[in-house]
């Protein structure tokens, strides 16, 4: 297990690559903090396009985008200042079970001059053990007033066809559905399935999601994020995006938890951890999961 740092032509630290036990692995981008790549179990779990820039230059399509403090459109560009912020690296090393980095975001002043001008600090972990990915962000008011946020971890998974992809755990629960531009609908399908461009809120999801495909599903575990967003921009969709390729949308579900219906209070000098475990599950029968 290891932890190596790739810098660009610049000499600066620009992403760097934690190898874990039974050939996993995980890359991350110093820019907006992007995990970009996760290993586990000799497949590709995350989706990034073709197309995708990694150049710094907008924010990534692809792997685990970070929204901060803005979800959407707003006062703020689209999903906040997070995903495009040069991110420092703060610790990386190899521990039991595992290899995990920790990068740091905090204010300054052209975040403080936007209309979202408070002090803050972020510390966000990323945690790699075989078969787990942990995405841990500790969000800090370091004002001397209150602020409120909203937050979200963009997951693109990886699946090998979207018709044969199923998302289960949203039964019962109310969404608004960005798309239709209707909210308070119930989902009432123990298993999801995407045929159509797809962009919905589910709110206070109450238990564990998982992303199925063939005999693997990839569990995904909440702590302190209330909502979770189903996302496939199809074809219509699809072809409007300069980064993301006309026929992708067949190789990717985004399945992201955050706060996003509501929003993070925080008063002076309080702190709160949110984030997700994903855990590769998988057949050695060849079952459906």
């Known amino acids: 297990m290891s932890v190596q740092k790739f810098s660009n032509a610049d000499g600066e630290l620009e992403r760097i690559v934690l190898s874990g036990p039974k050939g996993a ?19 590709e779990r995350l989706f990034v396009s ?12 692809g792997g685990i985008p970070l929204v901060f403090p803005q979800f959407g459109p707003g006062d703020l ?64 008011n370091v004002d001397d007033q209150p602020f409120e946020f909203t937050s979200l971890m963009h997951t693109y998974f990886r699946v090998p066809r979207i018709s044969d992809t199923v998302v289960t755990g949203l039964k ?41 495909y063939g005999n693997e599903r990839v569990l995904v575990r909440r702590f302190n ?32 938890v955050g706060t996003v219906a509501s929003r993070i209070s925080l008063n002076p000098g309080q702190v709160i951890s949110c984030g997700q475990l994903l855990t590769v599950e998988s057949d050695s029968n060849g079952n459906k999961l």
């Open 25 to 43: 692995s995980a890359e991350i981008y110093m820019f907006g903090a992007t995990v970009t790549s996760w290993k586990s179990m000799g497949k």
């Open 172 to 212: 019962g629960v109310v969404y608004a559905d960005k798309v239709k531009g209707t909210d308070g609908a119930k989902e009432e399908r123990e298993d999801v399935k995407i045929d159509a461009n797809e962009d919905r809120v589910y709110k206070d999801v109450p238990g564990i999601v998982s992303v199925g």
């Open 50 to 61: 073709k197309q995708a820039k990694l150049d710094g230059s907008k924010a990534v399509r």
């Open 77 to 140: 560009p689209q999903h906040g200042f997070a995903r495009t912020r040069k991110w420092t690296l703060t610790e990386a090393a190899v521990h039991g079970e595992g290899v995990y980095a920790r990068l740091e975001l905090n204010d300054n002043y052209e975040t403080r001059a936007s209309k979202w001008p408070y002090k803050f600090s972020i510390q966000y972990t990323i945690d790699l053990t075989a078969t787990k990915l942990s995405t841990i962000m500790k969000y800090e």
């Open 225 to 256: 994020f209330k909502d979770i967003v189903l996302w496939n921009p199809w074809a219509e969709k699809a072809t409007e995006m300069s980064d993301f390729g006309n026929d992708e949308y067949n190789e990717m579900i985004c399945v992201e």
